[in-house]
């Protein structure tokens, strides 16, 4: 996943300076710089985030003018090492459409523009963005975070198969429109009637069917005596089939109706 990374450094004039510890000076920055540029190696070390950006934001122009470069960006973090007070410079990162985590520090006789910021993060980010966040000190909680944009983004990319009507003990096609609208993945539907034609067409004497049943059965740590080798087989048949259907069309994920679907016109749910 790519992590854009961008610092906010409008200096401040008094009384911010004195109030609020904010970054007075260039040489003030530059310096904070430096300790987020080795902050942001070792996370990049540490993880397989794709870390890229860096760049100082001091106006809404200069702000303005990067959104091309962020474009790519999955996530963009903020550091908002001082300026954080400006509205319309906060706003105009919001511009860009991307998950906004802000990072914000607070340290004995220094802090970023937390005090300032929580103001518009309150009053008017949370309420009119829902992917704007914020983390104080904590590069444990902004891994975290980024870790759960990652797993929404594999969501959004993801290609399910859905075998079967869905199921309506758990909202059945509702449910599915909600994933979709929620999370955006591709989802292909396959009736069980087509389903039931593809296990047919694989003959149960296959010889990837008979490895499958062989390597299930031996690897087990115990078989029940019900299980006699026509189940064996037809149970390894619907896992070669799905694999198939898996190969062919590239999906990530595959759900089957296995209770009132498979019961139904097989009279039990695939082992």
Not at 176 to 190: H, Q
Request: proline share 3%; with cysteine.
């Amino acid at each position: 996943m790519k992590v854009g990374w961008i610092v906010l450094g409008k200096s401040q004039d008094e009384p911010y300076v004195d109030q609020w510890g904010l970054m007075k000076t260039e040489q003030d920055l530059q310096e904070e710089y430096d300790n987020i540029e080795e902050e942001i190696d070792d996370l990049q070390r540490g993880t397989d985030f794709q870390f890229f950006g860096g760049d100082i934001a001091r106006t809404v122009p200069e702000t303005l003018d990067l959104s091309r470069k962020y474009r790519r960006a999955d996530v963009l973090v903020v550091f908002a090492v001082s300026g954080a007070g400006t509205r319309k410079l906060l706003n105009a990162l919001t511009t860009y459409g991307l998950p906004l985590i802000f990072f914000n520090k607070i340290e004995k006789d220094r802090m970023y523009g937390h005090a300032l910021y929580q103001q518009w993060y309150q009053m008017d980010a949370v309420r009119e963005f829902t992917d704007v966040d914020l983390v104080i000190n904590d590069y444990g909680k902004l891994l975290a975070k980024l870790r759960a944009y990652r797993a929404v983004k594999k969501l959004e990319e993801s290609k399910v198969l859905c075998v079967g009507e869905p199921n309506d003990f758990f909202a059945g096609g509702l449910a599915a429109r909600a994933a979709v609208d929620k999370f955006r993945p591709a989802i292909d539907y396959m009736s069980f009637e087509t389903f039931k034609k593809r296990l047919e067409e694989k003959s149960l004497e296959d010889e990837e069917v008979i490895e499958v049943k062989d390597r299930f059965l031996d690897n087990a740590s115990t078989v029940s005596g019900e299980i006699d080798e026509e189940t064996s087989l037809r149970s390894a048949r619907v896992y070669v089939v799905l694999k198939e259907l898996i190969e062919e069309n590239e999906y990530d994920a595959i759900t089957i109706n296995c209770l009132s679907g498979i019961w139904i016109w097989w009279g039990r749910p695939p082992v």
